[in-house]
């Protein structure tokens, strides 16, 4: 009997060593594993059944893939940096169809999760704690009959929010509070606007390597530029100024600071325009100048636009976009009958010229923009009086009850059945341009304090230190959910970037990697104790089908030394499902495997080629895939 459960046992760790290795063997000829991810949330937006999640998987799995991460939907369904990534109504006039696929899938993750099982994938969650809401607003006096709560900001209020802050939004991270002396003068009549333009050179960044050398302007080819101001009480609708007022043009010496305040040029000359002997009443909060000129004339709007009352300048909000009504072409709207809170991806230049003044401006939207130093040159810009006193919807993790909320999700997702959780950074609910100024919530201020001895609501605060200390509490997060995950035999894995072993805070030279991106929640995490607690890590840098190795070198380094897989991200919308990206990819030692981002609706798309019927893309890549040696199912 001995002996023959010892040759049982033998028989089992004999199978067990031929599935570990076969396991091991699915790599491509470089030694990397490869899958995909699929963001729930945006993929829902189409119509689907537990069918078509069926077909999903199976592709995956005809792709050789043995893993799939799924992007979660958040707890009510919070709006991404697309507006109508929610819960909206249904009918003929709205294109997207979420609430239906909810409707008809009940638990969108479960399904997802169920389905990937059935076709033998290992199914890993990604959660992204800061998603609680971009933000996007509606006017003052409006309602959104979607959204199950309405928010107070600037520019109206806020909609579309996740469980937590629709019931708490003062959890949300806080900007340091305005003097109450600067903070009554937005209450008074506005008496005159400032309206500046660098017309010397200069040089900012407008993409993945690309530049913009601006050779500047002599004062005669701008002398002829002009400025009108329209005004409004609620965000929603406004009307051209009426009232006498004296425009003066000017030019001068200065300084080019970016949102954040920080010198960019010294001594560059500008064109100034400034509406004096102005009488606004109170009542009007809102303002958008349209400038007019025969060049392209660039700014800073959130440094080099300025509102005066009688008792001096104030603070404002900027903003270059105008909402945009969402609905199906050649279908009239009227902004008096339609029902708020359905809008589209706000729009900037020509477009927000002609929807402004019927529809109103989002502030702040993508924070100071995609690239470089928040220069702008649209003609259109939107000014709000005061500052908003919270960073959209990014909770902060300095609070016991958000870390606690977090922890829910995580239980859940592990209750579920998820194989891991990996933990992403980026978001959409931070988009704000100076956003130096947050962080400035209770618990934090007191962790200064205890730390350095500095009261931060009365002296000047290092924005590394505050960071850092937001990390910290983050951290926390991460040991307890760490815990949990392990205990019920999961992995964890997190996501890292550049930015977190090399911060860098400013927007100077921005590559979408930098802290201050309006994706990121403004921490700096503890990369190295992250290292060291994680299963595996996850970069997801945007790379824009340039891939360099040297980007998180030490943090793949730190993995390596310990064998814990690093994850890279190969963006198909970025144009990175290419050969010489994948090589790139491949030849990376540090690297384990890739994970194809987004692969829906990047890859399950509808565009055919020849005489196939598979989408465009799957084409493409089940071809990269066999040029790389990895071996398909």
Same mark, same amino acid.
């Given at each position: 009997m001995?002996v023959?459960i010892?040759?049982?046992?033998?028989l089992?760790?004999?199978v067990?060593?031929v599935?570990l290795e076969?396991?091991?063997?699915?790599?491509?000829a470089g030694g990397?594993?490869y =899958?995909g991810l699929?963001d729930i949330?945006?993929q829902?937006?189409?119509y @689907? =059944?537990?069918?078509s999640i069926?077909?999903?998987?199976?592709i995956?799995?005809?792709?050789?893939?043995?893993?799939v991460y799924?992007v979660l939907c958040?707890p009510g369904y919070?709006?991404?940096?697309?507006?109508?990534?929610?819960?909206?109504?249904m009918?003929k006039?709205?294109?997207?169809? #979420?609430?239906?696929s909810?409707?008809?899938? %009940?638990d969108p993750?479960?399904?997802?999760?169920?389905?990937?099982?059935?076709a033998?994938l290992?199914?890993?969650?990604v959660?992204?704690?800061?998603?609680?809401g $971009?933000g996007?607003?509606?006017?003052?006096g *409006?309602?959104?009959p979607? $959204?199950?709560?309405?928010?107070?900001?600037i520019g109206? +209020?806020?909609?579309h929010?996740?469980?937590m802050l629709?019931? @708490?939004p003062?959890y949300r991270?806080?900007?340091?509070p305005?003097?109450d002396s600067?903070q009554?003068?937005?209450?008074?009549?506005?008496?005159?606007v400032?309206?500046?333009?660098c017309i010397?050179?200069f040089?900012?960044?407008?993409?993945?390597?690309?530049?913009?050398?601006?050779?500047?302007?002599?004062?005669?080819e701008?002398?002829?530029?002009?400025?009108?101001?329209?005004?409004?009480?609620?965000n929603g609708t406004?009307k051209?100024?009426?009232q006498?007022?004296?425009t003066t043009v000017?030019?001068?010496f *200065?300084?080019?600071y970016d949102?954040n !305040?920080?010198r960019?040029?010294?001594n560059?000359e500008?064109?100034?325009l400034?509406?004096?002997?102005?009488?606004?009443s109170?009542?009007y909060?809102?303002f958008?100048?349209i400038?007019k000129s025969?060049?392209?004339l /660039?700014t800073?709007?959130?440094?080099m636009?300025?509102?005066?009352t009688?008792?001096g300048?104030?603070p404002? =909000?900027l903003g270059?976009?105008?909402?945009?009504?969402?609905?199906?072409?050649?279908?009239p709207?009227d902004?008096a009958t *339609?029902?708020?809170g359905?809008?589209?991806?706000?729009?900037? %230049?020509?477009?927000a010229?002609?929807l402004f003044?019927?529809?109103?401006v989002?502030f702040?939207?993508?924070?100071?923009?995609?690239?470089?130093?928040?220069w702008?040159?649209?003609?259109?810009?939107g000014?709000?009086?005061g500052v908003?006193?919270? #960073?959209? %919807?990014?909770?902060?993790?300095?609070?016991?009850?958000?870390?606690e909320y977090?922890?829910q999700?995580v239980r859940?997702?592990v209750?579920?059945g998820?194989d891991?959780?990996?933990?992403?950074l980026?978001? @959409?609910s931070a988009?704000?341009a100076?956003?130096? +100024?947050?962080?400035?919530?209770?618990?934090?201020?007191? *962790?200064?304090?205890?730390?350095y !001895?500095?009261?931060?609501?009365?002296?000047e605060a290092?924005p590394?230190k505050i960071?850092?200390i937001?990390?910290?509490?983050?951290? &926390?997060?991460l040991?307890?959910?760490?815990?949990y995950i392990?205990?019920h035999?999961?992995k964890?894995n997190?996501?890292l970037?550049?930015?977190?072993?090399e911060?860098e805070?400013?927007?100077?030279e921005?590559?979408?990697?930098?802290?201050?991106f309006?994706?990121?929640?403004?921490?700096?995490v503890p990369? &190295?104790?992250?290292?060291?607690?994680a299963?595996?890590?996850?970069?997801?840098?945007y790379?824009?089908?340039? /891939?360099r190795?040297?980007?998180a070198?030490r943090?793949?380094?730190?993995a390596?030394a310990?064998?814990?897989?690093?994850w890279?991200?190969?963006?198909?919308n970025h144009?990175?499902?290419n050969?010489?990206?994948?090589?790139a990819?491949e030849?990376d030692?540090?690297?384990?495997?890739v994970v194809f981002?987004?692969f829906?609706?990047?890859?399950?798309?509808t565009?055919?080629?020849?005489d196939?019927s598979?989408?465009?893309?799957l084409v493409?890549?089940?071809?990269?895939l066999?040029?790389?040696?990895?071996p398909?199912?």
């Open positions: 001995k023959y010892f040759l049982r046992l033998c089992l760790m004999l067990t060593f599935c076969t396991h091991a063997q699915k790599r491509s990397k594993r =899958t699929i949330p945006h829902i937006l189409r @689907h =059944t537990v069918d069926r077909k999903e998987m199976r995956l799995k005809e792709l050789g893939f043995e893993r799924l958040n919070p709006a991404h940096s697309h507006p109508f990534n929610t819960i909206l109504p009918g006039k709205m294109p997207y169809r #979420m609430l239906e909810v409707i008809e899938l %009940g993750n479960w399904v997802y999760l169920n389905e990937a099982k059935k033998g290992e199914a890993f969650a959660m992204k704690p800061y998603e609680s $971009s996007n607003t509606i006017p003052e *409006k309602v959104a979607y $959204s199950r709560a309405l928010v107070k900001t109206g +209020s806020h909609i929010f996740d469980n629709i019931k @708490h003062e991270v806080q900007r340091k305005l003097v600067i009554k003068r937005t209450n008074l009549p506005v008496t005159a400032e309206v500046s333009f010397d050179s040089r900012n960044k407008i993409g993945h390597n690309n530049y913009l050398n601006f050779r500047g302007y002599s004062r005669s701008v002398d002829s530029t002009e400025v009108e101001l329209y005004v409004s009480k609620d406004y051209r100024l009426e006498p007022y004296t000017s030019y001068g *200065k300084d080019v949102a !305040g920080r960019l040029y010294d560059k500008h064109l100034v400034r509406l004096e002997n102005l009488d606004i109170e009542d909060k809102y958008v100048a400038v025969q060049h392209k /660039y800073i709007p959130y440094s636009i300025k509102v005066f009688a008792s300048e104030i404002i =909000t270059v976009y105008a909402r945009n009504p969402l609905h199906l072409p050649n279908v709207l902004p *339609k029902a708020w359905t809008e589209g991806n706000p729009v900037k %230049g020509e477009k010229m002609d003044q019927k529809w109103g989002e702040e939207w993508y924070g100071v923009g995609f690239w470089g130093n928040g702008e040159s649209t003609g259109v810009y000014i709000a009086k908003r006193e919270e #960073m959209k %919807g990014t909770l902060c993790e300095a609070y016991p009850e958000v870390r977090w922890m999700q859940r997702a209750d579920m998820y891991g959780i990996d933990f992403r980026q978001n @959409h988009m704000v100076d956003h130096l +100024s947050y962080g400035y919530n209770e618990p934090i201020v007191e *962790k200064y304090l205890q730390k !001895g500095v009261n931060i609501l009365q002296q290092d590394y960071m850092k937001r990390g910290d509490f983050y951290y &926390e997060f040991e307890e959910a760490a815990k392990r205990d035999h999961k964890i997190i996501h970037r550049h930015a977190d072993q911060p805070v400013s927007y100077a921005s590559d979408f990697n930098e802290l201050g309006w994706t990121m929640p403004k921490i700096i990369w &190295e104790k992250i290292v060291d607690l299963d595996e890590i996850t970069l997801k840098h790379y824009f089908n340039d /891939y190795p040297a980007l070198d943090i793949k380094a730190r390596k310990q064998h814990k897989p690093v890279v991200i190969d963006n198909v144009r990175e499902l050969a010489k990206f994948m090589t990819i030849q030692p540090l690297v384990d495997g981002y987004e829906a609706p990047g890859v399950f798309d565009y055919v080629t020849g196939t598979k989408p465009y893309s493409i890549l089940q071809d990269l066999k040029q790389v040696g990895w398909s199912n």
